[in-house]
């Protein structure tokens, strides 16, 4: 592997304008593509295989006008205090209402509320749902505009009228979101290098690659059903992964120059020893991505495939645009002060003398410190790092996980207000009620027994009567709740109708689905459940054996599968304390606190562990190298920190800043994955492959290395440490070049 990639990376050197031609030609032609695609469709949630989907599919076979796509505003209205909706006046008042939606442009039905009985018992509040042509995505600023107006004549009026549904347009997301992480990367790659031009290749490298990543999905958004989600979770992985990748290799290539290299075997011996890391680095992420299929959730199956497929790209360019680019400039990428040294120019007496001087009072970098600290203490080290990252996982015993609706909006938001309007004056069941299918050889008889063996259950507020389509072999009960969506007891009443099938099969010869949002949310949890184990046992199955062949080595991988389990449970307690009971809400910007994306555990569990094995392999390849090459255990640790601690470091940062800024976004989806991302890359790399692995390393010693001779003789020789690079003709030094005793720039 490592001689391949330095083939490559010599080709990509030797022919920097062709391969740099190359990938902006990609760029712009998809970007062409991308631009001139249909408008990416909205989020859409299936479970297919479960009750509540197979109800949901029955529904739009059965009611094709029920489900039709059309985006729809549901108005609460309120009558002022002391006051009657039924009230003459205020009566006329909500008429005018409704006749003004009407007039709305793309409106084409509207319902009044008080000949469809959306008026509450005690007179003062009521709903009208206005129902549009077209769906959400495709309704223009004119039909938002004449919605939100309408709402303001009403209020002025004296009316309180707020809105909720899918017509209703959402505030504006905080844009520009990834410029806050790049400008943070920015700053962290100038302190590293030291160059602008070092510094701005990684950033320059990422955003062609996001960029072909974002516009490719884009581009087959309308195709595939990819939405503005799956581009923005793309972007964030992409981005993060995109500049650490660039990094790693620019580092290496600057120690390689250092070191004596002629520049192009630089170049090689960087792709062929960090670029080697890189792939199977990126291997592991794209692994843990793409597994998300497993789960059989078609929403978490397409983000996880989109942002691979952007993981791919930025290796891709990793291995063979950056070295294109350090061939423009192979020189300024390194620090101003030791750039004359590579053109030929040897340094003046006094100049050497001050340079002697200097390497004299050199101490050790940071990565050799800390490095060396950690193998006098690793026992204490392990023990702490261990008890903190358990302590912050404390919180995750509370985890309670729920699905996005209105009522997790925040306060301030006419949607939220309304919602909790109907909440208030019908019932809190009446924002989550339960759809319930019937299909018989009588349907309608068979539906009527039904609906009254449903009045009976425990916990049922009201009972519609049963609404029978034109063939007459369906029909639609809905039952409302009296608690809420997310309650315990709905919850309960859901399994309590969904166990009573058999009595209605045989009494009634009826067959019953149970669909809504609490029985959606049943059916995922059950689905999260039954694919849990067998993604864990995937993921982290085809990881074992991957860094087993890259690192030859049995507990190597198991220690970074045990690290990971450490540094995500600590992720999801941070997660629960801030997002769930609302510590340090005001500090992130979290409005609205509650239950926990449903989907965000085993998203973040499929990114965290892919992360977590990019550190493990950017880290412990270089002590492996050093082990390799003759060093003992604890030495290696030590020279492992020395050249990778600070590019670690640097990548960390990076990565972290990258994942906060998407903490502004309004999509509370993307803004707990921001957040859970940031805290996990946080803990697993500065803790967990900072302090517990190298700890570990030097408590087991040569015993870390072990591997069963039998399996050493059948697995494959990656030589991700470029010990067969070793062997070929090495470089004449260059004049002037930094020799052993002066001082390490990059780590």
Avoid: C
């Amino acid at each position: 592997m490592a001689t391949f990639l330095s083939s490559v990376g010599r080709f990509a050197f030797r022919r920097r304008g062709l391969v740099t031609l190359l990938w902006l030609a990609a760029l712009v032609g998809i970007g062409v593509a991308a631009s001139s695609a249909p408008t990416p469709p909205a989020d859409t949630f299936s479970m297919p295989g479960t009750e509540s989907q197979k109800a949901f599919d029955l529904l739009k076979e059965k009611f094709p006008a029920a489900n039709a796509s059309g985006a729809t505003a549901r108005v609460v209205l309120r009558a002022p205090q002391g006051h009657k909706l039924t009230d003459p006046e205020e009566k006329a008042k909500v008429g005018d209402l409704v006749a003004r939606l009407g007039k709305a442009p793309e409106v084409v039905a509207v319902s009044d509320p008080f000949k469809t009985n959306a008026v509450n018992k005690d007179g003062t509040t009521a709903y009208s749902v206005a129902t549009y042509k077209v769906a959400a995505t495709e309704l223009d600023d004119k039909a938002h505009n004449a919605l939100t107006e309408t709402l303001d004549q009403s209020r002025k009026d004296g009316l309180t009228v707020e809105a909720g549904g899918d017509a209703v347009k959402l505030e504006a997301a905080g844009g520009g979101a990834e410029g806050i992480g790049i400008l943070v990367s920015a700053l962290v790659l100038v302190l590293t290098f030291g160059s602008m031009i070092a510094a701005g290749m990684p950033l320059l490298t990422a955003l062609i690659g996001v960029g072909i990543g974002t516009s490719a999905i884009t581009a087959l958004g309308s195709t595939l059903g990819l939405s503005s989600t799956t581009t923005t979770l793309a972007m964030m992985i992409g981005l993060a992964v995109g500049i650490d990748y660039a990094l790693f290799v620019i580092s290496r290539y600057r120690s390689e120059l250092s070191e004596g290299r002629e520049r192009q075997d630089a170049a090689a011996r960087a792709v062929g020893t960090a670029g080697t890391a890189v792939v199977f680095a990126g291997l592991t992420v794209i692994i843990a991505l793409a597994g998300l299929a497993v789960v059989n959730v078609p929403m978490l199956t397409k983000m996880g495939l989109a942002a691979a497929g952007t993981v791919a790209i930025a290796v891709l360019v990793a291995v063979t645009l950056v070295p294109a680019l350090l061939g423009f400039a192979p020189i300024k990428v390194m620090p101003r002060a030791e750039r004359k040294r590579f053109y030929g120019k040897p340094l003046s007496e006094r100049q050497q003398r001050k340079a002697d001087k200097r390497a004299a009072r050199q101490k050790p970098n940071i990565g050799t410190r800390w490095g060396t600290f950690v193998v006098r203490r690793p026992l204490a080290v392990l023990v702490v790092g261990v008890v903190g990252l358990g302590a912050l996982a404390i919180p995750a015993a509370s985890l309670q996980l729920g699905l996005p609706s209105e009522g997790t909006y925040a306060k301030d938001t006419t949607q939220r207000k309304a919602y909790d309007m109907l909440s208030a004056s019908f019932g809190a069941g009446f924002n989550g009620p339960l759809t319930i299918t019937v299909q018989g050889k009588d349907t309608a008889a068979a539906a009527g027994k039904v609906g009254e063996q449903l009045v009976k259950v425990k916990n049922v507020a009201t009972v519609s009567s049963a609404s029978v389509n034109p063939k007459g072999d369906t029909a639609i009960i809905t039952v409302v709740p009296k608690t809420g969506p997310m309650d315990d007891a709905t919850e309960e009443l859901v399994k309590t109708i969904r166990g009573m099938k058999d009595d209605f099969r045989s009494s009634d010869n009826a067959t019953v689905l149970v669909s809504g949002q609490t029985a959606l949310y049943i059916d995922f949890s059950k689905t999260l459940d039954d694919a849990l184990l067998p993604y864990l046992g995937l993921v982290v199955g085809l990881a074992f054996l991957l860094l087993m062949l890259v690192f030859r080595s049995v507990l190597v991988p198991l220690k970074a599968a045990l690290g990971f389990l450490l540094s995500v449970g600590a992720a999801l307690g941070a997660v629960v304390a801030v997002f769930q009971w609302g510590w340090l809400a005001e500090v992130f910007g979290i409005h609205q606190t509650g239950q926990v994306m449903s989907t965000l555990p085993i998203f973040m569990i499929g990114v965290v562990f892919g992360l977590a094995m990019d550190y493990e392999v950017f880290l412990v390849a270089r002590m492996r190298e050093a082990y390799v090459h003759g060093a003992s255990p604890s030495d290696a640790v030590v020279t492992g920190f020395r050249y990778g601690g600070r590019v670690v470091t640097a990548a960390a940062i990076i990565m972290t800043s990258v994942f906060s800024s998407f903490i502004l976004d309004t999509n509370d989806f993307v803004k707990m994955i921001g957040f859970s991302l940031a805290t996990a890359v946080l803990f697993d790399a500065f803790v967990v492959r900072m302090a517990l692995v190298p700890a570990l390393f030097a408590l087991l010693g040569r015993s870390a290395w072990w591997l069963p001779g039998w399996l050493d003789r059948l697995l494959p020789n990656m030589d991700v440490e470029g010990e067969k690079l070793n062997r070929l003709p090495a470089a004449a030094p260059i004049p002037g070049a930094r020799h052993e005793h002066e001082p390490e720039y990059i780590g």
